[in-house]
């Protein structure tokens, strides 16, 4: 079955613009999770979907949000971007919430 | 709060030698405890889970409610163990949340 799929892979912005990041589960998960990586902080979670409704959300501030739609792709945005949000944005599915994390390869954000 | 704690972030080891990575979690409950690995230039993948109780790649993780640890253990590395590891305790039910260690790097040299 296909995997967690993740766009795009990698963009470039600079300071101040939005992005927007995409996350198509593997079918019949229900459950989107994401998550920041960097080389210094690890994985930290950024927030969890099920059933489109956010489950629970990270120590980020209100320029990260997301949304999950009926057929339980998701979408996070970062507004206002800061260079600090330079990192590997990472989406995982699950079947149900707290179940086995299936991840997709990344979106790699720079900004500039 | 939920804390995870991975204390150290390099392990480095010779091929053949015991390993054991370690995680310590603070938590109120009973979680659930997975290993996730993450190989050079593949996705982050699930490693092993307490529940299942499995051994997975010649890894096994003990649980010890009394000093709430999960360490990830395994008796005879091989190179293609190298890769970075994540501890994530995960609390389930209408509070669950997902919470991750910084993870540790391990690194079997021949």
């Known amino acids: 079955k296909a995997g967690v799929t993740q766009t795009p892979r990698y963009l470039i912005k600079t300071r101040g613009q939005q992005v927007t990041l995409s996350c198509s589960p593997i079918?019949?998960?229900?459950?989107v999770s994401w998550y920041q990586q960097t080389p210094g902080q690890g994985l930290q979670f950024l927030f969890e979907y099920f059933s489109e409704t956010q489950r629970n959300k990270g120590n980020f501030p209100g320029r990260f949000s997301g949304r999950q739609f009926s057929n339980s792709r998701s979408e996070m945005n970062v507004s206002t971007l800061e260079l600090g949000d330079s990192a590997l944005y990472l989406c995982a599915s699950s079947r149900d919430p707290a179940g086995e994390l299936f991840f997709g390869e990344g979106s790699r954000l720079t900004v500039l | 709060a939920q804390r995870v704690t991975q204390p150290e972030k390099l392990l480095s080891v010779f091929k053949g030698a015991p390993v054991e990575l370690k995680c310590n979690y603070s938590y109120s409950g009973s979680p659930e405890l997975f290993w996730y690995v993450q190989y050079s230039r593949q996705r982050l993948q699930l490693l092993l889970r307490?529940?299942s109780r499995e051994s997975i790649k010649g890894f096994t993780a003990d649980l010890n409610k009394g000093e709430t640890s999960f360490h990830l253990k395994k008796p005879f590395a091989q190179e293609e163990d190298s890769a970075m590891y994540y501890c994530a305790p995960t609390m389930t039910g209408a509070n669950s949340k997902l919470t991750f260690g910084k993870g540790i790097t391990l690194s079997v040299r021949p």
């Open positions: 307490h529940i």
């Open positions: 079918s019949g998960h229900r459950s």
